[in-house]
T-cell receptor, first 112, second 113 residues
């Protein structure tokens, strides 16, 4: 079946260091979304990428969608303790299907 | 306040009992979803509904059932046929069928003893 692979599974950083998580699909995606889940919480929508090669920024967060629309990344510059949580990507293969496939997430811990 | 509400937050049941988890949204969204999340794992789709009176199986539908009689409600029943029901259950809604931004409820943590 269609799968979205997300790496790494865990990332431990010192506060102030950068962080990147990657999502990869073997087939072309229609769009990809990113969510953040704080410990004990629920996923919260961060952003949606639709166009090939698209780059979007939200303060210290940079989101990219690959040229082939098969991969995506989330980069956080100068991490803060408030960045801790699990970051998920969710890829949509077919807009008619009405459902996305989630990656397994990358759990970020930040040491102050 | 607009949003998606799941209740209860914590639920305990004895093995062999069916249990129904509530999910209500007042966002006027067409699509609703149920996910299961196990510790340290991602979200796995149980069932989803794109329109009232219609729903489809997700990746792990066995042992679960749903109904969509009203646009704002999408309850999930965990039946005794589900072999490992203890998990964190998340309900989500999306404005339309094409999976745009999804809004998640607070989740229900089900423990079966």
């Amino acid at each position: 079946g269609q799968q979205v692979m997300q790496i790494p599974q865990y990332q431990h950083v010192q506060e102030g260091e950068d962080f990147t998580t990657y999502c990869n699909s073997s087939t072309t995606l229609s769009n990809i979304q990113w969510y953040k889940q704080r410990p004990g919480g629920h996923p919260v929508f961060l952003i949606q990428l639709v166009k090939s090669g698209e780059v979007k920024k939200q303060k210290r967060l940079t989101f990219q969608f690959g040229e082939a629309k098969k991969n995506s990344s989330l980069h956080i510059t100068a991490t803060q303790t408030t960045d801790v949580g699990t970051y998920f990507c969710a890829g949509l293969y077919n807009t008619n299907a009405g459902k996305s496939t989630f990656g397994d997430g990358t759990t970020l811990t930040v040491k102050p | 306040d607009g949003g998606i509400t799941q209740s209860p937050k914590y639920l305990f049941r004895k093995e062999g009992q069916n249990v129904t988890l509530s999910c209500e949204q007042n966002l006027n969204h067409d699509a609703m979803y149920w996910y299961r999340q196990d510790p340290g794992q991602g979200l796995r789709l149980i069932y989803y509904s794109q329109i009232v009176n219609d729903f489809q199986k997700g990746d792990i539908a066995e042992g679960y059932s749903v109904s969509r009689e009203k646009k704002e409600s999408f309850p999930l029943t965990v039946t005794s046929a589900q072999k490992n029901p203890t998990a964190f259950y998340l309900c989500a809604s999306s404005p339309n069928r094409g999976w745009t931004e999804a809004f998640f409820g607070q989740g229900t943590r089900l423990t079966v003893v």
